[in-house]
């Protein structure tokens, strides 16, 4: 492990395991300029899915290395899910974790001889983990359609996984769904059906944050930076040859901005100095050949990662 990784593990601070797990809660509050915010002030009870692994799973599936193999040139509409491992109290990200993942093809189909839309990832040092794939399918179960869903294995280091579901909002079969539309007690999906967004790629993109019983590396709360710091944008998103970073220190404080690919490397460092309370703005200007995809923006306090942002470079 080089030692930039060794520092950004021991640094940072982003966002399944039968019943024993919980994610933050997540509210959308609308603000001025009609961006949506995310309020993770607490963390809670997350549960497993009320038809568990269901009846498609396939053991050992092929490691995802960026898309879901059988999805960059299948049809359907392309969707990129990332979220972050964190341990019960949101206070330590958790390295290293397995995410197994399935779905049916656009026409709600599964592969039951092969692997498409089959495979695993793994959370890098920071926590973090991405993968890019389709909107997945509906199919009749019984007498009315499942909603569109994908299949979960959460496996952290010597820890029980669980195995879970995950939904998306406005799916108008979640109602009437056994299963999605419970709302309370051990198999609540509340929490489990997230909102998506096109990029103006026209990609959908949807953020599923995972809390989970395991041990990790230190990061704080999530409230962190509404005390120390934080950053309010990073635009264009996407974008191809300079990114504009703005962000707030909220005290005199050692501050850090730097940036890192989704396999957790250090990319660049744009600030690493004592500032005072203020807001600032930053410009990244990559070198040429840096590959197109995904990268996090974290500001760190005091050696303390506190926030971050994702962007993608065209």
Known sequence: MSNKRRTFLKNTGLGLLAVSLV??????INDSSNKTKIDQSACEMTTTDYFGEGPFYSDNPPEISEYIQGSESSKGNPLVISG??????????IPNTIIDVWHANHQGQYDNTGFNFRGFTRTNDQGFY???????????????F???HIHFKVKPPNFPQL???????????IPGDAAASIDSGTFDATNRIIPLNMNSTGVMEGQFDIVID??????GT?????????IYSASPNPFQNSLTIKYGVFKKSKVGIKIYNVEGIE???LEDRIMSAEKYEATWNPSKYLQPGYYFISISINNVQVHYVKVLKE
């Not at 994610?23 to 959308?28: A, H, M, V, W, Y």
């Not at 972050?84 to 990200?93: A, I, Q």
């Open 222 to 230: 999530q409230e962190i930076h509404l005390n120390t710091g934080m």
């Open 23 to 28: 994610r933050p809660k997540t509210k959308s």
């Open 214 to 219: 395991g041990n990790g590396i230190s990061v």
């Open 163 to 173: 195995t879970t579901q995950l939904y998306f909002e406005g799916d108008d079969k």
């Open 267 to 269: 990319i660049a460092e």
């Open 84 to 93: 972050r491992v964190l341990n019960l109290e949101c206070s330590e990200y």
């Open 130 to 144: 991405l993968f890019k794939t389709i909107v997945p399918g509906k199919y009749l179960n019984g007498t009315d």
């Open 146 to 148: 499942r909603p569109s």
